[in-house]
């Protein structure tokens, strides 16, 4: 027993050898810092994050901060809601509103007594033991471990299972005294990410309904080197297009902006496989993406092009499953126009036409028997029709959008897609 209780101390002694992680990119995690290893493993595996460049290593931890760090760590940050909203203290104009739910729906964290979910109070050390033991594999843990800690008389009596289960599971930290829990302080940070890269890494130890699909690789598309993100994660149960991702789809049949009005539907699809570069098709051929005219600025005068704005929804595969997938045109201020090439043929043909008349004029104002005066008058009355046309197509109001049948356009994900797997 003697012998566990001195490893168990270890444990909270973090290592500064060899195997020492260096906090380049965290300009407030020093190299030498005693959580630098563990603070870059959650970072670098998205599981906690920086705040305005920095992480905050000695700032304290909320329980929603704690929620949604914990839903990435077991692959459930995307979880399907299912469940009604019975928080008084939460509101679906929150931005943690759908981590929240999550937690509770999977029963992570739960709420209070009162109807109250509290987000911003602060956990504590015996809180987040708690959190951990809740969630890991049943075990008769042998509390006399406890017997090994200065501070053993101030846990309290609903924390004494926790921290005996965690303890023994090797999922904690007790620096920089290994002899003391401290467990009623406030959870660091710091703390929470060697708790969190400990769990991470004893994954296994957590039972399976709390664990979301595993992760099989991250694989990339690459439509546009201007997409701000490329990501597609490969899971056990389907493909997580990233936000950010772009994609090419083809209108399904024509489209006019003089004929369309908001409200409209508009559909497309995958004219070939969407794909990622590692060859994972992701959409295949025939996919339906399903849309809508959200808005249509009319051509305006001076020749300013009519502007159309929609919004793909979801996607149908071709086996019949649809799922959401919140996309836009992948264009300046998301909107579809006809391009410089179709502006400058209008202008073109306004160009010729005025040569053309120009040219007429001239013909017709020159004495017709003298040869020498008809020249004058060509070469008069077609620049100055041309630059009369040019002039002319310039004032006139711009171009209705219209897209062939097949027309391909990008679109960009603004939120992250679950994609269903392609069966062989």
């Known amino acids: 027993m003697k012998k566990f ?20 990119d965290i300009p407030d ?37 704690f929620v949604q760090a914990l839903l990435k760590l077991l692959s459930n940050d995307n979880l399907n809601v299912k469940i009604q909203n019975s928080f008084t203290d939460v509101k679906a104009s929150d931005a943690t509103y759908g981590a929240i739910l999550r937690s509770q729906q999977l ?33 008769n843990a042998d509390a006399s471990v406890l017997t090994r800690f200065s501070d053993e008389e101030e846990i309290p009596g609903w924390a004494r299972g926790p921290w005996a289960k965690t303890l023994n599971y090797g999922i904690f930290v007790n620096y920089p005294r290994p002899s003391e829990l401290r467990p009623n302080d406030i959870l660091s940070r710091a703390e929470e990410a060697v708790i969190l890269a400990r769990l991470k890494d004893k994954i296994g130890l957590v039972k399976d309904e709390y664990k979301g699909p595993e992760l099989l690789g991250v694989e990339h598309l690459n439509v546009s080197k201007k997409a701000p993100n490329n990501e597609v994660k490969i899971l056990s149960d389907g493909n997580l297009l990233q936000e950010g991702n772009v994609i090419a789809i083809a209108f399904d049949e024509k489209f006019k902006s003089d004929e369309a009005q908001a409200g409209d539907s508009v559909y497309f699809v995958a004219d070939k496989n969407i794909a990622t570069e590692e060859g994972t098709v992701i959409f295949p051929e025939g996919t339906k993406f399903n849309g809508k005219v959200l808005n249509i600025q009319d051509p305006k005068w001076f020749n300013k092009n009519a502007r159309v704005y929609i919004q793909i929804d979801s996607v149908t595969l071709p086996d019949g499953k649809t799922t959401n997938l919140t996309a836009k045109p992948f264009y300046k201020k998301y909107e579809l126009k006809e391009g410089t090439w179709m502006t400058a043929g209008k202008l073109a043909l306004y160009t010729v036409a005025g040569g053309a008349i120009g040219t007429g004029a001239g013909v017709g104002f020159a004495f017709i028997p003298n040869p020498a005066e008809i020249g004058t008058g060509i070469a008069i009355g077609t620049p100055v029709g041309a630059g009369v046309g040019l002039a002319t197509g310039l004032i006139t109001k711009g171009l209705n959008y219209h897209a062939k049948d097949g027309e391909i356009i990008n679109v960009i994900l603004l939120e992250d897609a679950k994609v269903s797997k392609i069966k062989e």
């Open 107 to 139: 029963g992570l964290v739960y709420g209070y007594p009162d109807r109250t979910f509290k987000p911003a109070k602060l956990m504590t050390r015996s809180e987040t033991q708690s959190v951990v033991s809740h969630i890991t594999k049943d075990m």
């Open 5 to 24: 209780a001195v490893n168990i101390m270890a444990l909270g002694l973090l290592a500064f050898g060899a195997n020492q992680v260096f906090a380049a």
């Open 29 to 65: 995690v020093s190299s030498d810092y005693w959580a630098a290893k563990e603070i870059n493993e959650v970072v670098d595996s998205n599981i906690m994050a920086l705040q305005n460049g920095k992480f905050n290593p000695e700032g304290s931890v909320a329980r929603v901060d």
